[in-house]
């Protein structure tokens, strides 16, 4: 079964830009109809989208995110990216990487998730 | 972007209560509301999918009901595993956005 799994620094300085990959494994990323979500959550609140891409490398992003979002495949890797620019202290959270199918786009399953702090 | 309203937004019950948690969405979506289950620590778990229908896996105890812009989930004879954050998930209308939670306490 797939599993997700994501890496990265987990100290960001203000106004530089939040880097996070998410492995996946038991499943070729660029195989069957899914989609490749990057979703946060900030300490004790509730669950953000911040967007997602497909196989094709098609993505999507939250509007309220979109001019400081790129979502990417790397595909030699079985990996997808997320890259956030300009982050300030409301960017610290857990993110949640996950895999969303075409029919429906729920996101499942999803990675452990990773505490990324924006903080000098 | 589709609001979803969550109520209540914590609850405290006993083991083998039934409880229900409702969701509400600021534009009909049909049928495409799922829940999450979330303990603490941990990545959310899909429960239940485009309204109704059960993931794999999950205990018969859970159930949802609803379409269009009001759904319910419920949980029948609560056990103690089920201390966590519920939340509801529509996927209808891109961006896709989650409701604001329902924590649920066990006694």
């Known amino acids: 079964q797939v599993q997700l799994q994501e890496s990265g620094p987990r100290l960001v300085q203000p106004s530089q830009t939040l880097s996070l990959n998410c492995t996946v494994s038991?499943?070729?990323?660029?195989?069957?109809?899914?989609?490749w979500n990057w979703l946060r959550q900030p300490a004790g609140r509730g669950l953000e989208w911040i967007g997602r891409i497909d196989t094709s490398g098609s993505t999507n992003y939250n509007p309220s995110l979109k001019s400081r979002v790129t979502i990417s495949l790397e595909k030699s890797k079985n990996q997808f990216s997320l890259k956030l620019g300009s982050v300030t202290a409301a960017d610290t959270a857990v993110y949640y990487c996950a895999r969303g199918r075409s029919s429906g786009w729920y996101p499942d399953p999803w990675g452990q998730g990773t505490l990324v702090t924006v903080s000098s | 972007e589709v609001v979803l309203t969550q109520s209540p937004d914590f609850q405290s019950v006993t083991p083998k209560e039934k409880i229900t948690i409702t969701c509400r969405a600021s534009?009909?979506?049909?049928?495409?509301l799922h829940w999450y289950q979330q303990k603490s620590g941990q990545s959310p778990k899909l429960l239940i999918k485009f309204a109704s229908q059960s993931f794999s896996g999950v205990p018969s105890r859970f159930s949802g009901s609803g379409s269009g812009t009001d759904f319910t989930l419920t949980i029948n004879s609560l056990e103690a595993e089920d201390a966590a954050t519920y939340y509801c998930h529509q996927s209808g209308v891109l961006p896709l956005t989650f409701g604001g939670g329902t924590k649920v306490e066990i006694k």
């Open positions: 534009q009909s979506i049909g049928s495409s």
């Open positions: 038991g499943g070729s990323i660029t195989s069957g109809s899914y989609y």
